[in-house]
């Protein structure tokens, strides 16, 4: 047979439609099951300590390096006023951007995988079906329990990174740079710091939502035992991360004069 | 005891491919009230499929299912026959990360909101009946041994008090004794609650022991179907092949 480019590229893009297509169903069916009773509360809360609490030090260990080195280049970068544009700098860098993604990415790695492992092998133990057959639906049970602890912890890890953060770079530029710290400090209190902040929690807020459900939504579709477990935590932590990344790119534009 | 007037469940000419892989193809099967129907078969001629479908776990492309004379087209009547039977997979699927008593009484915490210490205490009550102790309340599934955790499935499928109960290869991966003493637990709690029981298995001991019927799943249908004192006069030249386990005769080994 003659190989037909047309053909291929028309299969690979059907494919690709229909699979943003079944997401989209998967996040509707999700989210209404987020914002209608019942909800498990119990779920709620245990999955609250697992994807909040324990990402602490991941989030914490990220920021406080991040920080330190976005202020060093910055510093770098600069040729005067120092002491007044690092700190303006690294206040927006950090609440308005790297606070808000890299704690998402760095989630990405540890929920998305975590949950598509934990569902994908409760799929491949028939553990879904179960549930089905004792009358309580998985996107009640399993799935809105995990999607509102994420998007609810996650701007409160992002609000702890922003601190976290920025006290690296306040504690770079102080013992390093040999900067004033009550004057680093006055001018990260910018008058705008409260819509900076706001932003970046707002896409925390999003980032949380889209690293459960990728993380659901391919543990789900999980076929074929262990090996199929596997690949559904790699699809679910590059989907997340692609995802984070278009999102922010969109967010940020929208939010652009705010 | 076994009322032939009506049927609690029916399965009527169903069709299901996975692929090109055709499974059932033209499946029928229908269970009175009370009446306990095993299902043999070779491995993977689609006997748990089957039972999938009847719950509507999987769909069929074809035919049709009716539960206590409504049929099932809709997720409501769906979620009807769920509410009215249990349930034991064949390989247990205890929640892992829930306590073995937490497991028991699922239905009764989330469906029918039941305090969890009166659920706890249903729970205890539902493991005794299965002979396991209080003590493995508290523990997770992960920690009990096969037989254990087949016979917690089982309480979790007769805790709600159902009218029909699947059972796929309830003894498979057991010794003799527990499989015996687990096939024992079925007649008598199916017994006990009245229930229909559709049970499929390989192990003619367990056929001999719980079935009133016997129904022989071959090329996607069944084959041959009638009382369980019939098996060994059935001349069903199938059926003596798989009765006997010989491997020669119609069916082919599956390979
Ligand atoms: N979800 C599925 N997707 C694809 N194929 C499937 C699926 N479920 C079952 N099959 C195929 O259908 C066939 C019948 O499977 P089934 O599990 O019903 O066998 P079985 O009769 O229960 O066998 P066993 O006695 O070994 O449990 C098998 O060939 C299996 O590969
Ligand atoms: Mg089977």
């Not at chain 1, 060093?72 to 544009?85: D, K, S």
């Not at chain 1, 692609?242 to 969109?250: G, K, M, P, R």
Request: include cysteine; glycine fraction near 10%; hydrophobic fraction near 45%.
């Amino acid at each position: 047979m003659i190989f037909n480019p047309f053909a291929a590229i028309g299969r690979a893009s059907m494919a690709a439609f229909s699979e943003i297509g079944r997401l989209a169903i998967f996040t509707g069916r999700v989210l209404l099951a987020c914002l209608t009773p019942p909800i498990y509360l119990r779920e709620f809360f245990s999955q609250c300590m697992k994807v909040g609490f324990f990402s602490l030090p991941v989030v914490g260990m990220t920021a406080v390096f991040i920080g330190a080195s976005l202020a060093l280049n910055i510093y770098v970068g600069t040729q005067f006023g120092a002491e007044q544009i690092v700190p303006t700098i690294s206040v927006i860098g950090i609440t308005r951007e790297l606070g808000p993604v890299l704690a998402a990415l760095m989630l990405a790695g540890r929920v998305s995988a975590g949950v598509a492992a934990e569902i994908g092998a409760m799929k491949v133990t028939e553990q879904i079906d179960a549930l089905h057959t004792l009358s309580a639906k998985p996107e009640r049970y399993l799935y809105a329990p995990r999607v509102l602890a994420a998007t609810l912890t996650m701007p409160i890890l992002v609000l702890i990174a922003d601190i976290v953060g920025l006290m690296g770079a306040w504690m770079i530029c102080v013992a390093a740079l040999d900067f004033s710290g009550p004057t680093f400090l006055r001018n990260v209190w910018q008058e705008n710091i409260y819509e900076n902040v706001s932003v970046g929690l707002i896409k925390a807020a999003v980032f949380g939502m889209i690293i459960a459900i990728m993380g659901c939504y391919q543990g789900s579709n999980s076929k074929g035992g262990a090996g199929g477990v596997g690949r559904a935590a790699t699809l679910a932590v590059v989907g997340a991360a692609v995802l984070i990344l278009a999102s922010n790119y969109v967010m940020t534009s929208m939010f652009a004069d705010t | 005891m076994t009322d032939n007037s009506k049927t609690l469940l029916e399965l009527r000419n169903i069709y299901k491919s996975f692929g090109p892989k055709h499974v059932l193809q033209g499946f029928d099967l229908s269970v009175a009230p009370g009446q306990s129907v095993v299902i043999i078969g070779g491995s993977g001629t689609g006997k748990s499929v089957s039972i999938k479908c009847a719950l509507g776990l999987l769909k069929p492309d074809s035919g049709e299912i009716y539960f206590d004379g409504e049929k099932q087209d809709s997720a409501k009547a769906v979620a009807r026959i769920r509410e009215r039977t249990g349930m034991l997979f064949q390989g247990g699927a205890l929640f892992d990360s829930l306590k073995v008593w937490e497991n028991v009484s699922f239905t009764l915490t989330q469906n029918q909101k039941m305090s969890r210490k009166d659920a706890r205490d249903a729970a205890i009550e539902t493991l005794k009946k299965v002979r396991l102790g209080a003590s493995v309340a508290d523990q997770r599934p992960a920690e009990l041994s096969g037989g254990m955790q087949k016979r917690v499935a089982l309480a979790r499928a007769i805790i709600s008090k159902p009218d029909l109960i699947f059972f796929d290869e309830p003894t498979t991966g057991l010794d003799p004794i527990t499989a015996d003493a687990v096939n024992d637990l079925i007649r008598e709690q199916v017994q006990a609650l009245g229930a229909a029981a559709v049970t499929i298995t390989h192990d003619m001991a367990s056929v001999r022991k719980i079935a009133d019927d016997v129904a022989m799943l071959y090329d996607g249908k069944i084959i041959w179907r009638g009382p369980v004192d019939r098996l060994d006069d059935s001349g069903n030249e199938y059926i003596d092949q798989f009765v006997h386990g010989r491997a020669d005769g119609p069916i082919q080994p599956s390979m």
